[in-house]
Each structure stands twice: as C-alpha cells, then as structure tokens.
C-alpha cells in the first residue's frame, strides 16, 4: 500500500503570505493520482486540486499544485482568513485510496 | 447542485451491527462509482470502500474487509454501508463521497453521520 506523509504538521502563518505544503508517496505516483482537499473545521472535506495540478471548480486560483512521482507541493498564495483549515493529499493506486495525515493552516 | 446526505449514524455496542445510508440528487447517480470514507474524532481521513456505479463490484480496506459490505440502489439513489461485528476502533464519522467521471479522484462529499461504538 502506498503511504502518503505530509509535512509539515502545522503551519502558522500571517494573512497574505505564502503556504507551502508537501506530500511525499511512499512509491511513484506519477503525476495523474494525486488530489488534495481542504476540510474547515465542523465541516466535510472539499475537493481542490486534481492531477496534481488541476483546480476543481470554484477554486480560487491562490491555491496551486504541482509535482510528479514521488513529491507533491500545495501552494497557498496570500493566505486569506478562510484559508484555516486542515489540507489532505489522496492518492489512487490498484484499487486502494490512501489519504495523507493532513497539515494543519493556521493564520495568526 | 451535487447533495449527499447521509444519515443511520448511532451508538451501537462492540460486536453489533448498523447500516448507513446516503441518500443522492442533483446528478445522474448511476453514471458515478461512489466511496465511503471515515474520520475518527479528531484524527485525519481514511477511505472504507467503493462500489462501482452498476454496483456489479466493490473494493474495500483491509481493515474493514469481510465485516462491511457496500451497495447501492439505483432506483432509489441511495447508497448504504452495512457494518457487522463492529468494534470500538470503527468509531468516526462516516462520509459519503462521489468518484469523478472516467477517473478515479473523489469530487464531492457529504456532510457525514458519527458512528459511535461502545458499551
């Protein structure tokens, strides 16, 4: 089973500036089975990035993906208040779906 | 607008049994392979199981193969999650999810229902 590790665990950070989240898979992933969601709290998950890279609709284009294989990065450019939340990447590998341990984004 | 609405959450002993369900609109339920995904309280996301959109198969994980079974109705756009010999670890929150079209990536969720095992 591929096992996805995101860092770090939580991130502080001031409204406006930069976020940076990794995902690491245990195995190359390619760059098409990898997706991150979002999940406020109270709430249910939602769907952000597909591909790796690809917004789902609605996202606001401050929020940006990319890598391949075994390295994925979550970009948050000009955090917003909203933007608190937990941030999972999910991957999809021979009929199995695994989930990153999250990171937390807190703004201060 | 996508709505997955889950619901037969409740307290149930260790060794017994519940069904949830999720009830679908909004989008052509057959067309779509759906999952069930898990939280347990303040921990982070695990995938359960998936069925295929004409229910003819399923995937589950191992921790919960040979105890849970999904299926779905599509005449009815209900999905459900039989759960049996259940145990205090299957305590969470149990989320309906649809697979995107023609791929593999989960793009909408439901609200969920709690599960709560214990004596």
């Known amino acids: 089973e591929i096992v996805l590790t995101q860092s770090p665990g939580t991130l502080s950070l001031s409204q406006g500036e930069r976020a940076t989240l990794s995902c690491r898979a245990s195995q190359n992933i390619g760059n098409s089975y990898l997706a991150w969601h979002q999940q406020k709290p109270g709430q249910a998950p939602r769907l952000l990035i597909s591909g790796a890279s690809n917004r789902a609709t609605g996202i606001p284009d401050r929020f940006s993906g990319s890598g391949s294989g075994t390295d994925f990065t979550l970009t948050i450019s000009g955090l917003e208040p909203e933007d608190s939340a937990v941030y999972y990447c999910?991957?999809?590998?021979?009929?199995?779906?695994?989930f990153g341990q999250g990171t937390k984004v807190e703004i201060k | 607008e996508v709505q997955l609405v889950e619901s037969g959450g409740g307290l149930v002993q260790p060794g017994g049994s519940l069904r949830v369900s999720c009830a679908a609109s909004?989008?052509?339920?057959?067309?779509?392979?759906m999952h069930w995904v898990r939280q347990a309280p303040g921990k982070g996301l695990v995938w359960v199981s998936r069925?295929?959109?004409?229910?003819?198969?399923?995937d589950y994980a191992d921790s919960v193969k040979g105890r849970f079974t999904i299926s779905r109705d599509n005449s009815k756009n209900v999905l459900y999650l039989q759960m049996n010999s259940l145990r205090a670890e299957d305590t969470a929150v149990y989320y309906c999810?649809?697979?995107?079209?023609?791929?593999?990536?989960?793009?909408?969720w439901g609200q969920g229902t709690l599960v709560t095992v214990s004596s």
């Open positions: 999910q991957q999809y590998s021979s009929s199995r779906w695994t």
């Open positions: 999810a649809r697979e995107a079209s023609n791929s593999w990536y989960i793009d909408s």
């Open positions: 909004g989008f052509t339920f057959s067309s779509y392979w």
């Open positions: 069925i295929k959109n004409d229910g003819s198969g399923a």
